[in-house]
């Protein structure tokens, strides 16, 4: 069983949408839970960052750590045709050996105008 | 501008070859990896380094090297390429004391023949 479960898509949805994404966990020893936004031929660049359980919102995107679920969701509002990317999920313990990251799959999403 | 570059982005080569990939950061960071990722799969720790003269592996047992004689720089070498060895390979770096926020390159895409 993978530590990180995350559906592959694609998720698709018209332009203006929300978009919601989530991953899932085995190890409850991960504290740190990010998401990276991966363009087409570019690595993944990252978008949110939330330390152990609650939301975090900037701008558009709402992180949410559920960690009694060991559940963790993104939300993009008033999605645009420039959100289409892969969305990575990581996860990190707190003190994790040289900042390794474990990775979800990621999941591709596609904004139709 | 701060960046980190990956040379070359696309490579094509035949099975026995030795092929050395490039990093470059220009942010300083103390720390740096190296990647795998494959096609709609998690990306795989396969190296990285606290900074100059270390070196360690990661998670995915690799039979790539890779080096660390100045800050900037954290090349990957292949001896001999092998089909196996096809894959997207993705350079990241970070602070010494962030704990998670790693910056990535663009990538370079692997084939061997």
């Known amino acids: 069983q993978k530590e990180v479960e995350q559906d592959p898509g694609p998720l698709s949805v018209p332009e203006g949408a929300i978009v919601s994404l989530n991953c899932t966990y085995s190890?409850?020893?991960?504290?740190?839970f990010m998401w990276y936004r991966q363009y087409s031929r570019k690595g993944p660049e990252l978008l949110m960052y939330?330390?152990?359980?609650g939301n975090k919102e900037d701008g558009r995107f709402t992180a949410q750590v559920d960690k009694s679920s060991k559940y963790i969701s993104l939300f993009i509002r008033d999605s645009q045709p420039s959100d289409s990317a892969t969305y990575l999920c990581?996860?990190?313990?707190?003190?994790?050996?040289?900042?390794?990251?474990?990775f979800g799959g990621g999941t591709r999403v596609l904004v139709k105008p | 501008e701060a960046d980190i570059y990956q040379t070359p982005r696309y490579l094509v080569i035949g099975t026995g070859k030795k092929i050395t990939l490039e990093c470059s950061q220009t942010?300083?960071?103390?720390?740096m990896y190296w990647y795998q990722q494959d096609p709609g799969m998690e990306l795989h720790l396969i190296h990285y380094?606290?900074?100059?003269?270390?070196?360690e592996k990661g998670d995915l047992s690799s039979e790539s090297t890779v080096s660390r004689i100045r800050t900037e720089h954290f090349p990957l070498t292949l001896e001999s390429a092998r089909p196996s060895h096809t894959s997207q390979y993705l350079c990241?770096?970070?602070?010494?004391?962030?704990?998670?926020?790693?910056?990535f390159g663009p990538g370079t895409r692997l084939t061997v023949l």
């Open positions: 990241a770096s970070s602070e010494y004391d962030s704990q998670n926020e790693q910056f």
């Open positions: 190890n409850s020893a991960f504290q740190y």
């Open positions: 939330t330390y152990s359980s």
């Open positions: 990581a996860m990190a313990m707190v003190k994790a050996a040289g900042n390794k990251l474990t």
């Open positions: 942010m300083g960071h103390d720390k």
């Open positions: 380094s606290y900074g100059v003269n270390s070196t």
